[in-house]
């Protein structure tokens, strides 16, 4: 149906294009690109730094562990030595039980409300963080920062989805995303700068990592009352025609599905195979994520870098993921592809865990590690783009958004425990190795499923005489409509 006037021989990329005008309102040219130059300008910088703060506070645990905090909170003693682990991993379970309602509540509260509220709550449990005396205080922390901070992440990805279309999600996610390798770059050099703190009020330098931190997401997010915007509908910053223009474009996009709140598309997205499948794809990506967070500097160190020098050497590496996370995400928006662009990356992560595995020398080593951090971080914002493209309407994506960032969290927990054998860390690598295999089987199987039913839903068109004008009899059947297509 939607291929029917390009040649047989077209691109895939021009295939889709071809698609992108059947399914679109007539658009001035002009008009289209001013319009998301604007929604770029007023919503993504604000997003991302929103981002930062809170992988900054989610991570910076890190960096605390390497500046004193293990040994003034007896980490190291008692537990089997895994006491650091288990404060780490304990933020996880809440954080990814609460994602998606969440999800809900942002549908049904206002995102200008709720985001920053969530913001504050957090800000302020990583604040009082800098007068946590022992482990048990440690573990209470991390369980109320989880319950805080799991609204941010999946609720900022759907926010994004219900501005632009499915086609332009790709590229930004991956730069409110970049907002994460940013918060690790950063995260080394403000750590790097506050231990230099040490002793000043009484506070030791990893107190004052969290008492500085937190009190910046508490200003940001105060802020942000202020200077989030909530929907396309309501946007002071749009004027009506470029208003007109953005609703327009959404509705044809979606084929002008449900955007209300009704319980079965909650069911919708929980009964979905598909769904399951990128929680999979997700947690196998994002076990190497955050062991990167958490545990980099402990390996840096482990090469023989001193810790001070650890803290630093973390830069580079989130430095380029964050360069490559934008430009993946680019190019998969400008292809109009996921599916290859994931697997690429993945593999790329890959070999640098590969390196890592069979080297000792400090030299290799830290290349392993730069090579690893490029090749993960773009997955996440694809698969992000991909799962929220690929739910039809607005409460079933939030939910799908949700469940994949929620329950792929969950993979957290592994990423706390897997990096227990210093220094070569053998466990840890071999265990990123086997889940980024198992993410890219997964995209294979997705691969295959999306363009089998695509295929199936042009052919049952044609044979029923389906026509997009009909969009209105599918609008509650979500990414079932005969209607719509999937992205590979």
């Known amino acids: 149906m939607s291929d029917e006037k390009v040649s047989p021989s077209a691109s895939y990329a021009e295939k889709a294009d071809a698609k992108d005008r059947l399914y679109s309102p007539a658009i001035d040219e002009s008009l289209e690109k001013r319009v998301w130059r604007k929604l770029d300008r007023h919503l993504l910088p604000f997003v991302t730094?929103?981002?930062l703060l809170s992988f900054l506070d989610r991570a910076n645990i890190g960096n605390a562990k390497i500046a004193g905090m293990s040994t003034d909170l007896h980490l190291t003693q008692g537990f089997g030595g895994l006491k650091y682990n288990f404060a780490a991993a304990i933020f996880y379970i809440p954080y990814s039980l609460c994602e998606v309602p969440s999800n809900i509540l942002l549908k049904l509260m206002r995102p200008s409300i709720w985001i920053p509220s969530i913001m504050v709550a957090w800000g302020t449990v990583i604040?009082?963080?800098c007068r946590v005396e022992s482990f048990q205080g440690l573990v209470i922390a991390r369980v109320f920062l989880g319950l805080a901070e799991a609204g941010l992440f999946p609720g900022v990805t759907f926010y994004i989805s219900l501005w632009y279309p499915r086609r332009m999600?790709?590229?930004?996610?991956?730069i409110?995303?970049?907002g994460a390798t940013v918060a690790g770059a950063f995260g080394g050099i403000l750590a790097y700068g506050i231990e230099r703190l040490e002793g000043r009020g009484g506070l030791h330098g990893w107190q004052w990592i969290f008492l500085i931190e937190g009190l910046a997401t508490v200003v940001v997010a105060a802020a942000a009352y202020f200077f989030m915007h909530d929907y396309p509908e309501t946007a002071r910053f749009l004027t009506e025609e470029e208003r007109d223009f953005v609703i327009t474009t959404l509705r044809a996009d979606s084929n002008n599905q449900a955007t209300h709140f009704e319980m079965r598309f909650v069911w919708q997205a929980f009964a979905d195979w598909k769904s399951w499948v990128q929680v999979i794809m997700y947690t196998g990506i994002l076990i190497p994520v955050y062991a990167i967070a958490l545990f980099m500097p402990s390996v840096i160190a482990g090469l023989g870098y001193t810790n001070a020098n650890a803290q630093l050497l973390t830069i580079p590496p989130f430095v380029l993921g964050c360069f490559f996370t934008v430009l993946v995400g680019i190019y998969s928006d400008r292809l109009k592809l996921r599916g290859p662009f994931f697997?690429?990356?993945?593999?790329?992560?890959m070999v640098g865990y590969i390196i890592a595995y069979t080297t000792s020398k400090p030299g290799p080593g830290y290349a392993a590690v730069i090579i690893a951090a490029i090749?993960?971080?773009p997955t996440v914002a694809v698969i992000l783009a991909w799962a929220g493209g690929n739910a039809g309407g607005d409460m079933?994506?939030?939910v799908v958004i949700a469940m994949v960032i929620g329950f792929g969290n969950l993979g957290g927990i592994c990423s706390s425990f897997v990096y227990n054998d210093p220094p070569r860390y053998h466990h840890g690598h071999g265990a990123?190795?086997?889940?980024?295999?198992?993410?890219?089987?997964?995209?294979l199987v997705l691969m295959y499923t999306y363009r089998r039913l695509n295929r199936e839903k042009e052919e049952y068109c044609k044979r029923e005489g389906i026509t997009i004008d009909m969009q209105d009899q599918f609008k509650d059947m979500a990414d079932k409509s005969p209607l719509f297509r999937y992205i590979i």
């Open 432 to 443: 990123m190795i086997g889940w980024l295999g198992l993410s890219i089987v997964c995209s």
């Open 176 to 178: 409110f995303f970049a």
């Open 343 to 349: 697997i690429v990356c993945c593999t790329v992560s």
């Open 169 to 174: 999600q790709a590229a930004r996610v991956a």
């Open 127 to 129: 604040t009082l963080m």
């Open 49 to 51: 730094l929103l981002y």
């Open 375 to 377: 090749g993960v971080y």
């Open 396 to 398: 079933k994506r939030g």
